[in-house]
C-alpha cells in the first residue's frame, strides 16, 4: 500500500492508496517541530482502526514547507521501512517538466496538481487552489505546468483584516444571503466572499485570454466548493485531487524506474 502525505502550510494530511481507492485520511496541523517520533504515535494509532498499519510498502511527499519534509521522511525510513519519493527532488520525475523561467522552482503542490489534472480532464486548463494561498495553475495541452497565479489565500485575508483592524472581529467564510449586510459581520462575510468570487472570475478571465486555445477551470482545496456555488466559472471540483496526482506520479516513477 502507498502511503501518500500532502504538506501545506496549515494543514498536513495523509492518505493511505491501496491500489484501487484510498482506504483512509487523516489530517493534522503542520508543525515543523514535529518529529517522526509524534507523528508516528498519532499516525500509527489511526492506521490500526483501519488495519494498515503493518501494510504500507511505499511512500509519496509533497510538502510546501521544506523544514518539515526531513522529518517526514525519517518516519517513513523508521516505522514503515521505505524511502519515500518526494516531488520536486531530482530523483522525482514528472510525466511532463515544467515550462517555465529557469531558475524558477515550482511548489510541489502545484506540479501535482498538474498531473492529476491533466490525467482526469487533459490540457488546456486552470487548476485553482483554495489552501493557505489561493494558487491558480496553468496546465498546457501536453499536460505541463506553465505558470500560473498566486493570490493571498481567503483565511489569510480574514485574519490580516482582522489583526490590522481593531474594531473588526473574526468571522467565519461563508456564502452570505445578500450582498449589502447590515451589521459588521455580515458586511465583512459579504465582502470576502463576494471579492474573492469577483477575483477568481477576473483572474481566469485574464489568464484565458492570454492562451491560444479555451481552457476548462478546475477547483480543488477546502473552499472550492463554497466559492462555485457563487460562480459558474468551474468546470468540475475535485476534492481529492492533489492525493490522486501523488498516486499517478508514485505510478509513474516506478513504471519509468
Not at 482582522?162 to 451589521?183: R, S
Request: hydrophobic content about 40%.
Amino acid at each position: 500500500m502507498l502511503l501518500a502525505i500532502d504538506c501545506g502550510n496549515t494543514n498536513t494530511v495523509f492518505s493511505i492508496w491501496d491500489g484501487r481507492q484510498f482506504l483512509a485520511t487523516w489530517r493534522i496541523a503542520t508543525d515543523h517541530q514535529r518529529t517522526a517520533d509524534e507523528y508516528y504515535v498519532w499516525l500509527s494509532s489511526l492506521m490500526k482502526l483501519t488495519g494498515t498499519e503493518a501494510h504500507v510498502t511505499e511512500a509519496i511527499i509533497s510538502s510546501t514547507v521544506p523544514r518539515v519534509v526531513f522529518n517526514l521522511r525519517v518516519l517513513c525510513n523508521r516505522y514503515f521501512d521505505c524511502r519515500p519519493l518526494v516531488v520536486g527532488k531530482l530523483d522525482c520525475r514528472l510525466p511532463v517538466a515544467p515550462r517555465v523561467d529557469q531558475g524558477t522552482t515550482v511548489g510541489p503542490d502545484r506540479l501535482v496538481n498538474t498531473v492529476a489534472g491533466h490525467a482526469r480532464h487533459g490540457g488546456d486548463l486552470i487548476v485553482v487552489d483554495f489552501g493557505t494561498a489561493t494558487t491558480f495553475d496553468v496546465v498546457d495541452e501536453d499536460g505541463a505546468y506553465v505558470g500560473g497565479v498566486i493570490a493571498p489565500g481567503v483565511n489569510l485575508s480574514l485574519e490580516a483584516l482582522h489583526m490590522a483592524a481593531a474594531a473588526l472581529p473574526h468571522v467565519d467564510v461563508t456564502k452570505p444571503a445578500k450582498a449589502i449586510g447590515t451589521n459588521t459581520v455580515a458586511c465583512m462575510q459579504s465582502g470576502v466572499y463576494w471579492g474573492y468570487v469577483g477575483l477568481i472570475e477576473g483572474i481566469v478571465r485574464e489568464v484565458r485570454r492570454e492562451r491560444p486555445r479555451p481552457s476548462k477551470v478546475i477547483g480543488t482545496g477546502g473552499l472550492a466548493a463554497l466559492f462555485a456555488q457563487g460562480t459558474d466559472i468551474f468546470d468540475s471540483i475535485e476534492d481529492d485531487l492533489t492525493m490522486h496526482g501523488l498516486v499517478l506520479i508514485n505510478d509513474f516513477n516506478k513504471e519509468t524506474a
